[in-house]
């Protein structure tokens, strides 16, 4: 399911443009409907660990992102958005994490871990969005390196894979 809000603005309606985009891809791409998008999340402190959650404004509440037994993919920005010019643009680092089942993602090849990372980078490359993209990284500590893991039971191995596409957007507020 592709969870989207009804108003966005600045960063958000970049990000949720985005997140519809490689959703309506992806779900077709890897003939699954076995995959939730978020936008940006939230970096909440419970208790003294921080967790990627969104708002619902259903239920008036946050929900952890985290995989939930089927695959994700959701979008966090760095904490600094520096203004970079006169014309009042600003730009920050944004990830976008993926959390995926890789038994339920139909692909080229048997790796299936190398044919999601070429999909999603491919899609990207041959789209003109906001953003430059820098790279990406692996693993569920790397990934995820500014929330706390340890309530995730499951590990970041066939079938599940965790991958992030490192990028930098830029944006205007006015």
Known sequence: MNHVLTNTYNIDTIIQDLQTRLY?????????????AYGRVYKND???KTYPMVYNAN????????????????FVDD?????DDEDHEFTTDVK???MLNLNDLKTETERVDADVKRD??????????QFRLKGYVKGLDNVLREFDTSTLKQPDMQ???VFA???TFSYSII
């Open 96 to 98: 976008i994490c993926f």
């Open 79 to 83: 904490d600094n958005h520096p203004c």
């Open 165 to 167: 596409i490192e990028t």
């Open 46 to 48: 419970v208790e003294g």
């Open 120 to 129: 999603v980078i491919t899609f990207l490359s041959d789209n003109d969005y």
């Open 24 to 36: 309506n891809y992806l779900v077709v791409k890897w003939e699954t409907s076995k995959i939730d």
């Open 159 to 161: 079938p599940l894979h």
């Open 59 to 74: 239920s008036k509440n946050y929900k952890e992102v985290y995989y939930n037994g089927q695959s994700c993919f959701f």
